[in-house]
């Protein structure tokens, strides 16, 4: 045992405060200080001389520990919990004021004090998230992703209900309904980190990421929602084209990228043509309103439509206030109702402050030097700019209705418990940025004695 070494390297991590970067500066030191004791030794010192002269060159461990903790530190993300919680008021100050303007608006009667419940629990879930190690749940994302899956597929045989066009499950312990749907986009992180946990294999790799796609689209076949699973494909799938790109994978980029995306338009055209000839009348009166927007619109589509030519810039338009005031659809046409009473340009600031708040999320994963914190917070940043995307193309008469939603102004527990999950993540990764965290994932071997 070499006292020496040993007592170097105790001494500079007890300066280290984050607990989580010890064991793997500990282990990245003691790597640097092995190779100079086989230099040292290859010129014909004794191994005791050359530990002697490795921990002289260190230097104090003292100072050394005090460097590298300051290296090393948890940054706090104050500023990002300050501009969500402004976001949050901001939506339901909006929302408020939109219900008393608009008989059909955002929140409905007594529902207020639910509405901020939420918030404040999904607030409290985020800051757990970002306090929480990312990577430990990264690293069981197999294991989380079938439990997601035999959770929801099993809550829908036994508790399942639809309303107004969504999937909820009872929870009957705790008087909640929770939305299917919105659940499903959790499975997203999970994606990343298991294509993460295949790079550097071959086609055998992208073909078990492919097939890992599997388990959402089973929920979303159980809900049935077309939407969601054309949505959640489309985002996994992108999930897997960044793996590509970044070089995981032992393939040909070009031809791995045009089997994927060549799968992304053949499907959609199967399930297209299945609809028709075996699917439910409104499943494909639904697929013709996307393919033919202006042949067959359908009321909510005009009234938006209505909505959009004639409203003002900024300020109300007594034409479009009454084409608003004929919509039904909750905060699902949030937006709507606010270009209606406020002008294009609320709208577009509105959606402008969420963009870059999903932009620069976006950029803090991109300069990950972590590669899994790096998947996973591009998968949470493409669930947020697609569901935005969505939104924004229905509250434009440009998709027909189909239970969107957007991050922190609609009305929904269940949307809110997962934004809040997703940006907790995010918020995990830019929090531990500089943190060298553990990636092996450690089981306890239990023996069995007869």
């Excluded at 929140?107 to 990577?135: E, H, N, R, W």
């Excluded at 499950?169 to 295949?198: D, E, K, Q, R, W």
Aim: hydrophobic residues 50%; contains cysteine.
């Amino acid at each position: 045992m070499n006292q020496r070494k040993e007592e170097y390297l105790r001494i500079l991590t007890e300066q280290i405060r984050c607990k989580k970067a010890r064991s793997q500066v500990e282990k990245e030191i003691r790597n640097h200080m092995e190779e100079l004791e086989i230099a040292y030794m290859s010129n014909g010192l004794t191994e005791e001389e050359a530990e002697s002269e490795t921990v002289k060159e260190m230097g104090d461990p003292v100072e050394a520990g005090a460097a590298l903790d300051l290296v090393h530190r948890p940054h706090m993300a104050w500023g990002f919990f300050l501009l969500i919680g402004i976001l949050y008021i901001a939506g339901f100050t909006i929302l408020f004021v939109l219900q008393n303007n608009f008989t059909n608006a955002a929140l409905l009667p007594g529902a207020k004090l639910q509405y901020i419940t939420y918030m404040l629990i999904g607030f409290a879930v985020m800051v757990g998230v970002c306090y929480a190690d990312y990577s430990r749940l990264g690293l069981w994302a197999k294991e989380l992703t079938v439990l997601l899956l035999l959770l929801l597929v099993t809550g829908v045989m036994v508790s399942g209900m639809a309303v107004n066009g969504a999937v909820f499950v009872s929870l009957p312990l705790i008087g909640v309904h929770v939305n299917v749907t919105m659940l499903c986009y959790l499975f997203l992180p999970l994606y990343g980190a298991i294509v993460y946990s295949y790079r550097g294999q071959g086609y055998g790799a992208v073909g078990k990421s492919c097939l890992w796609m599997l388990p959402v689209l089973e929920v979303c076949l159980h809900i049935p929602s077309l939407s969601t699973a054309v949505m959640i494909f489309l985002m996994a799938a992108v999930i897997l084209s960044f793996a590509v790109l970044r070089g995981w994978f032992a393939v040909s980029k070009r031809g791995v990228l045009a089997a994927v995306w060549g799968i992304i338009v053949l499907l959609p055209a199967a399930c297209c043509l299945w609809i028709f000839h075996f699917g439910a009348s409104y499943q494909a009166d639904r697929i013709r309103a996307i393919l033919n927007p202006e042949e067959c619109p359908s009321y909510s589509v005009r009234l938006l439509k209505d909505i959009l030519e004639g409203s003002l810039m900024r300020g109300s338009s007594e034409y479009a206030v009454n084409a608003a005031d004929k919509l039904a659809g909750g905060t699902d046409y949030g937006m709507a109702y606010l270009i209606a009473y406020y002008g294009i340009m609320a709208a577009v600031l509105f959606v402008g402050i969420l963009v870059l708040l999903f932009v620069y999320f976006l950029g803090v994963s991109l300069r990950q030097k972590n590669e899994l914190g790096m998947i996973m917070g591009v998968s949470c940043s493409v669930v947020f700019f697609v569901q935005l995307l969505f939104y924004i193309l229905v509250n434009t008469g440009t998709l027909p209705m189909g239970g969107c939603y957007c991050p922190f102004f609609t009305y929904g527990g269940t949307g809110c418990f997962v934004t809040n999950i997703l940006m907790g993540i995010l918020l995990s990764i830019y929090r531990y940025q500089d943190i060298p965290l553990e990636m092996e994932r450690q089981r306890k071997k239990v023996q069995i004695k007869l």
